[in-house]
Each structure stands twice: as C-alpha cells, then as structure tokens.
DNA sequence: AGGCTACTTGCAAATCATTTGCATCTTTAG
DNA sequence: CTAAAGATGCAAATGATTTGCAAGTAGCCT
C-alpha cells in the first residue's frame, strides 16, 4: 500500500519527469483538493510550509503536467479568468460551478447520443466537448439569503 | 422595413442606452460578424473608418451590452485567453468550434432533464450551464490531411 | 438654437493572469 | 562524486482587460 508521497513520486517517474521538492508539492495540493484548482490557489496553499516557491514555478509545471497529460486545463468562464487545473483521472465527466464561491464538483456526462447525432449533421470530426452547469451551491444559499 | 443601423438604434433606445457614434459602430459589426467575435476583432474592424475609437471603449460596451442582455460573454477556451462576445438571440443554444479556424456553429441545448436530474442530487440552485463540442469542421479536414 | 447635466469617450496608467530571460541551484546519470 | 541537463527564483515582460480623470457629447429643458 503506497502513500501518497509515492505515488505522486511513481507518476512523475512514469511520464519521465525530473522530482523536485516543488513538483511533488504541487501535486499533493492537488490530489488533496479534489477538485479543480487554479495556480494562486497551489501557490497559496504551498507559502507556509514552501515559501520560497515562486507561482512562476507553479505556472510552469501546470504546463509541464498538462502536456505530459497529467492534469487538464479548464476554462470554467467564472468572473475573473483564472485557469483551473484538474487531475485527468480515469473518466471522462464535467463540472457543476457554484457562481459564489466558485467551488467546482465533477458531473457525469450526458451527451453520448447528442454527439452521434451532431456528426451525422455536421460532418465534423468531433474530438472533445465540456458541459458546464453554473449555479448555487446550498452553502452560498443560505449566506445569500441576507 | 428597417434598415440595420435604424434596427440598432431601436435596440439602444429600447435598453435605455444613449446613442454614440462607438456603440452603434461596434454593435455594427457584431450583427455583420455574425458569430461570436472578440474585443479586439471589433476594435481593428473599426480602425478604418472610426480611427479615434479606442479598445477601452469597445470593452466598457461590452460589459454594458453584456449588462443589458444583448450581448452574451463566451470563454471558448481557446488557444488565447480572449473572450467573446455574441449576440443574444432568441434561443438558447450551444456551441460547436473548429479548433482548427476557429469557427463557431449554434447546436440545440441537449440538457434539460439531466439539469433535473442534478438540482435533486446536489440541491443546488442551477443558473445556467454551457456546453461546448470541438472538432474540426469539413473545411479544415480536407486542409488538415496534407 | 442654446445651455445644463449626466453620461461617454480618449488617453494613459494600472491591474491581473501568465510568461519569459537569465543567473543560480538541483537532480540524475555515469 | 561530478558534470551536464534541466529546474527554480527573481524580476521584468507580455497580453488581456480595467480604471481614473479631464475633455467631449447626447438628451432634456427651456
């Protein structure tokens, strides 16, 4: 049974990825948040026990991880234009946005039939889609009731 | 039979904006674009025959088209971090883009009883969502066998 | 037609997210 | 243990978008 630490470390090795105290750092950030996260947010999180990382650091690796396909790039269209960053885990899915707090959850995909249904009209050659839903999460509700 | 500049001026009037030379010219070109275009499209359309128009102008109206419900706010999540703007016609709708021209298409909305389905499951209040699909248009997948 | 007032614009500087150049440090293969 | 390749810190650049302020203009009221 690994621990996390290791497993971030066997990732890294498998896409052929130098370990760095930064990297692993990142990372771990990441899988504890369970949810997409933007740069700020890991650069963040990481001052206390890391102040010396740089959030160019952590712009730089988000890169490195997305082409590596170990995370994903969102652009969620919230209010300011900061990008998300998510694990690609297994499965293919989307994002339901709390518009408050712009905390985001992960949603099952409901197309599937539709895309069959546009190649056949379109003639595109359809590569990737995103569904989002934006509204409020039942937390913010009751904080917006004021 | 009105013509579209006097159909732009009726919009204006109708959403209590006072007429400007800038905002009719911008929303001239939105209507002729006629697909979802960006801030700086909008400015260099207009160099020619509006030199003086300035890009901070064309975005202080986009945020107030936007305000007034005439223009809705797109992050395509594209290449670059542009954001783009489209009309808000009659329908809801979606969109389907060619990353290679980037071209945009209008899809019918395909949610509906999924949306049900999520506000029992997560008691969030759903506001809107967005649903995009990208593939390569039948143009581009003649130009894109070399 | 002229004038007043509030709203707009031009202009320049500020801001925000993200990227980049460069010198210094660290990882890793041998 | 050491050198070379690659990574990081730092600071400055970039690109998109916003903002403060003074000057200009639309729309209303004589």
Redesign the pocket.
Known sequence: MKNRREKIQEILRNKE???????EAILEVIYEAERPV???YIYSSLQET?P??????V??????FVGKGILRKLSLGIE????YFELIRDEHHHHLICIHCNSVLPLDCPLGEFEEKIKEETAYTLIDHSVKIFGICPHCQKYSKA
Chains 1, 2 share one sequence.
């Open positions: 990825i130098r370990l760095t105290r930064q990297r933007t740069a700020t890391n010396s990382l740089k959030l160019s650091t712009y730089r690796n988000m890169h490195l300011n234009n900061e990008s």
